[in-house]
């Protein structure tokens, strides 16, 4: 009734093989106790909340609030409304809207100057106007189709 290497039926039902009623039970396979960290789907949280982060954060040298200071004492500002809003949000331009990822390969001068290609990267990353590498597969994800410029050294 139970596997004849085992000396007691309570050594079969320990090991998995028999049920405390008798019956056969299903032997699992050997598997491994490892898990693979390169196989597992990157989180996203991290990069998530910084792009979350970002659209808040306004990146530029064009103060909006002082755009409508000016514009209001210039009397201007029922006629530009639209700028303080665009500097901040982006200006909406009617653009066809982006359908597939286009990532064109970077300029060869990349590896040519890539020291100063670095140093250019590190001093971006320390202004925080730059978060990094993101593979497009991830981006798009996360942001959906997009398009962008390849680097290079001018």
């Given amino acids: 009734m139970w596997d004849k290497q085992y000396q007691t039926f309570s050594e079969c039902i320990c090991k998995g093989l028999w049920t405390k009623d008798g019956k056969k039970a299903a032997v699992s396979l050997n598997t491994t106790l490892d898990t693979f960290a390169q196989a597992a789907v990157q989180p996203y949280t991290e990069l998530k909340s910084a792009l979350e982060l970002r659209k808040l954060t306004l990146l530029t040298l064009y103060k909006p609030d002082a755009w409508v200071y000016k514009l209001y004492r210039a009397g201007a500002l029922g006629h530009f409304v639209k700028i303080p809003e665009g500097l901040q949000l982006g200006f909406k331009i009617d653009f066809p809207s982006i359908l597939n990822v286009q990532t064109p390969q970077n300029k060869d001068l990349i590896t040519k100057f890539l020291v100063k290609f670095n140093v250019i990267i590190q001093n971006e990353l320390n202004k ?21 410029s390849p680097m290079s050294i001018p």
């Fill in 128 to 148: 925080g106007r730059y978060l990094g590498f993101v593979l497009a597969e991830v981006l798009e994800e996360l942001i959906g189709p997009f398009q962008s």
